[in-house]
C-alpha cells in the first residue's frame, strides 16, 4: 500500500546536524518541512506566514534557515512563488518502502516536539532530545553513560558539565534520573504538547450522533457525521466503514502531508482558508478515507469542489466522491 506522509527523520540527517553546526531556528524549520513532506521527500506551498505561526520566527530568519538548510545540503528549493509558497525536496529522508526504513530513523509525529517549550531549546539539546526519544518510543528507558563517546557523537561536545546541563533542560520531555556519570531516560506521558493537538485532546467531548447527510441521488453519502461539542469548539469527525476516525488517525503524518497538499490546492485555486479551522481538518479526514482510490483521482475531486461547488466543505467533497464512485461502479 502506498505511503502517504513521512514522521521520520533519516539518523544519517540528525549526525549532520551536529556536523554542519545547525542553528536552533534552523532545526526547528526543517522539523516543520518533514512533517509535511510526502514519502518521497517532496513539501509544497510552504509560506512564512504558516511557518510563523507555527514555529513563530521573522521573514528574515525563516529565509536564512531556508538558505542555511540548502546551502548545507539538507534541502533542494524547486520553486519560489509568492502566492502560491515554496516548493522543497528535503535530502536524503525518503521513506517510500519497508527498505527504506532499514537505514535508520527517529519517528517526530511527537506532540513535544512542536511544543513551545522545544523551540526554545539550544540546538544541541534538540539533538540530544531527538536522539534519546528514538530509544524511549513505547515506554522503553534510554541509559546514557556520559563516559562513552556517544554524547560527543551526537553533538560534537565534550564538555561533560556542558552535556549535563543540556540534559538538565531536557527533563521537562523526559523522565530522567541521575546516577553520577550515567542517566537513564524515559519519555513523559505529559510531555508539553503542541497547540492543535492540546485542543483536541485536553477539552472534555460530549458526543452525540449527527444527522447523516444525503446526496442528490437519494443515497447515503459514505461518511456519517459525528458531532463532538467542546469548549467554545465544534468538531465534525467523519465515520470510514461505519467507524469513527480517531484522534490518533486525525495527527498522523498522513494527515499533516494531506493537509498540505489541500492548503496547495486552496492557494492555487485562490480559496481562503485558516490552517486550523475545523472545516479544513475534516477536509482532510473525508480525502484519507478516499485515499485508497488513488490520491490523484481524490485531490482532482477536491479541486472540483473548490471550483465548482465553492470551498472545502467535506460535503461537497464526499458528494463529488459518491458521483464518481457511482459512475466507476455502475
Avoid at 54 to 62: C, D
Avoid at 63 to 86: A, D, M, P, S, T
Avoid at 112 to 118: G, K, Q, T
Avoid at 178 to 200: I, S
Amino acid at each position: 500500500m502506498p505511503r502517504y506522509g513521512c514522521g521520520k527523520i533519516a539518523k544519517i540527517i540528525l549526525q549532520k546536524f551536529s556536523d554542519c553546526n545547525l542553528s536552533g531556528d534552523m532545526i526547528d524549520v526543517f522539523l516543520y518541512l518533514i512533517r509535511l513532506q510526502s514519502a518521497e521527500g517532496y513539501v509544497s506551498a510552504i509560506r512564512y506566514n504558516d511557518v510563523s505561526t507555527t514555529v513563530g520566527m521573522s521573514y528574515t530568519s525563516f529565509y536564512n534557515c531556508i538558505n542555511g538548510l540548502e546551502k548545507n545540503g539538507f534541502i533542494q528549493v524547486l520553486n519560489r512563488h509568492k502566492k502560491h509558497g515554496w516548493d522543497i525536496f528535503i535530502v536524503d529522508n525518503d521513506f517510500v518502502t519497508d527498505k527504506d526504513d532499514e537505514k535508520g530513523y527517529v519517528k517526530i509525529n511527537k506532540d513535544f516536539i512542536y511544543s513551545e517549550e522545544f523551540y526554545k531549546l539550544r540546538a544541541n539539546e534538540k539533538i540530544i532530545a531527538l536522539r534519546i526519544s528514538s530509544y524511549t518510543t513505547d515506554g522503553y528507558k534510554f541509559y546514557l553513560d556520559l563516559n562513552t563517546e556517544l554524547t560527543t557523537r551526537w553533538t560534537g561536545i565534550t564538555n561533560k558539565q556542558l552535556i549535563r546541563s543540556y540534559i538538565e533542560n531536557l527533563r521537562v520531555f523526559f523522565d530522567i534520573r541521575n546516577e553520577g556519570e550515567f542517566y537513564t531516560a524515559k519519555e513523559k506521558d505529559n510531555a508539553p504538547r503542541d497547540e492543535v493537538t492540546a485542543v483536541n485532546e485536553n477539552t472534555t467531548a460530549e458526543q452525540q450522533t449527527f444527522t447523516e447527510q444525503k446526496n442528490v441521488i437519494g443515497q447515503q453519502t459514505a461518511a456519517e457525521c459525528v458531532k463532538q461539542t467542546k469548549i467554545n469548539k465544534y468538531k465534525y469527525i467523519f465515520k470510514s466503514n461505519g467507524m469513527p476516525a480517531t484522534e490518533k488517525a486525525l495527527y498522523s503524518p498522513a494527515h499533516y502531508y494531506i493537509k498540505q497538499q489541500l492548503i496547495s490546492i486552496c492557494l492555487k485555486c485562490k480559496i481562503k482558508y485558516r490552517e486550523y479551522d475545523n472545516e479544513l481538518n475534516d477536509t482532510v479526514t473525508v480525502v484519507h478515507q478516499y485515499k485508497e482510490l488513488g490520491i490523484d483521482i481524490v485531490y482532482q475531486k477536491v479541486k472540483e469542489s473548490f471550483e465548482t461547488l465553492a470551498g472545502v466543505a467535506p460535503r461537497n467533497v464526499n458528494f463529488l466522491m459518491n458521483q464518481y464512485m457511482n459512475k466507476k461502479f455502475a
